[in-house]
C-alpha cells in the first residue's frame, strides 16, 4: 500500500494542502474543529511526514502573495499596510508585487507565486478577463482573494468598497449645494471602480431629475496626467462646468495641477470633489472633498477572506462590500 501523502490528508479531511501544513506546524490560526479533522485524517490514514518535507512546507505555507497595480498610489499604501499588520499577527510572510496595471507583469508575479509555494494569494487584477492567467495559479492549490477589483466568469472571495454607492454621495453633495453642470473625470470602464464609479455619478443625477448631458463625462486612465488634461479641456470648453467629480485619488490630484496652471480658483470657478481621500488633503488650499475608502481595512478584511478559505477551501465563496464615506471641505464650496 503506497504510504498516504498530505495531499491524501487534506482530501480527506476536506481542507487544503496548506492548512494540513499549518496543522504539523503548530500555527496558531487553526481552529480546534479543523486541527481535530487533520489530526483524525491523518492517524486513520497512517501519515508519517518527513522532517525535511515538514521544513519545506512550514517555509511555503506561512507566505502570502499580494499583487497590487500602483504601490505609488496611497489608498494602495493603505492596504498594503493592512495586509501586512494582519498576516504578521497570524504568523504569515508578504512577497509584495507591483504590476504597473501590465498584465505581463502580472502573469510572471503569479509564476513566482507558484514557484514559492505561497499558501494564497490577494490580488488586485490588471483586467476582468484574467481569470486565464489565474486558473493555474487556484488549480496548484494556491486560493485567491480578490481586492478591490473583479474578474469575469472567475469565482473568488472579493472584497471591495462601495464605489456605486461612493461617486453617488459626491455627486449628490454637489447637487445639494445648486450645482447643475456637474462634470465627472471617469477612469478606465472596463475595471471595477471605473464603471462603479460612473453609475454612482449617473444614479444622482437621474433621482435629481438632472438631465445626462455627455459632453460632461470624459475618460481618463485613473493616471495624474488624464487628470490633469481633461480638468483642463472642460475648463476650456464654452460652456465649462460650475463643479468636477473626479474618480481617484491621482486623477484628482492632476486636476487640481491643471486648474491651478490655468488660473482657476476652486471652489469660487468650479466646485471639486474626488473618490479617494489622501492624507494631505485637509492640508490643501483649499482643503479637499473626498470620498474616503477604507483602505486599511480593505487589506485586512482580505486577509481575512484568505485565512478562512485556507481553513475552509470547499465553503461559499464571499463578497464583502465596505462602506465609504465623504469627507467634506473646502473645495466643494460647503462651509
Keep these: 500500500m503506497a504510504q498516504a501523502t498530505i495531499r491524501d490528508v487534506a482530501d480527506y479531511a476536506g481542507v487544503s494542502r496548506a492548512t494540513v501544513s499549518r496543522v504539523l506546524n503548530n500555527h496558531p490560526y487553526v481552529t480546534e474543529d479543523v486541527r481535530t479533522r487533520v489530526e483524525d485524517a491523518m492517524r486513520h490514514l497512517g501519515y508519517h511526514p518527513n522532517r525535511a518535507a515538514r521544513r519545506l512546507r512550514a517555509q511555503s505555507s506561512d507566505v502570502m502573495g499580494l499583487i497590487v497595480p500602483d504601490i505609488q498610489n496611497p489608498l494602495f499604501q493603505s492596504i498594503v499596510r493592512g495586509v501586512e499588520d494582519a498576516a504578521y499577527n497570524n504568523g504569515m510572510n508578504v512577497i509584495l508585487c507591483n ?101 454612482g455619478y449617473y444614479d444622482a443625477l437621474n433621482e435629481c431629475g438632472i438631465p445626462v448631458d455627455e459632453r460632461l463625462v470624459k475618460f481618463g486612465n485613473f493616471r495624474i496626467d488624464s487628470g490633469r488634461a481633461l480638468a483642463q479641456e472642460f475648463m476650456q470648453s464654452p460652456h465649462p462646468p460650475d463643479a468636477l467629480f473626479v474618480s481617484n485619488n491621482l486623477m484628482t490630484l492632476g486636476a487640481l495641477r491643471g486648474l491651478h496652471e490655468m488660473g482657476i480658483v476652486i471652489p469660487d470657478q468650479v466646485a471639486l470633489v474626488g473618490f479617494d481621500d489622501m492624507p494631505w488633503a485637509g492640508d490643501l488650499n483649499p482643503p ?25 477551501p470547499n465553503a461559499p465563496y464571499r463578497k464583502v462590500i465596505m462602506q465609504p464615506r465623504l469627507v467634506v471641505r473646502g473645495s466643494c464650496g460647503a462651509a
Design 99 to 199: 504590476t504597473d496595471d501590465n498584465p505581463d507583469k502580472q502573469e510572471a508575479y503569479l509564476r513566482v507565486m507558484q514557484a514559492e509555494q505561497s499558501a494564497g494569494l490577494i490580488v488586485v487584477p490588471t483586467h476582468p478577463g484574467d481569470g486565464r492567467v489565474l486558473a493555474p495559479v487556484r488549480e496548484a492549490g494556491i486560493p485567491i482573494v480578490f481586492l478591490d477589483r473583479e474578474v469575469d466568469d472567475f469565482e473568488a472571495d472579493t472584497v471591495k468598497v462601495d464605489n456605486v454607492r461612493g461617486a453617488y454621495l459626491a455627486v449628490r453633495h454637489l447637487l445639494s449645494l445648486g450645482y447643475k453642470r456637474i462634470a465627472a473625470i471617469a477612469g478606465t470602464q472596463y475595471l471595477t471602480p471605473g464603471y462603479e464609479r460612473l453609475r
Design 288 to 312: 479637499l472633498t473626498a470620498v474616503a475608502q477604507p483602505g486599511y481595512e480593505l487589506g485586512q478584511q482580505a486577509v481575512e477572506l484568505l485565512l478562512k478559505r485556507l481553513e475552509q
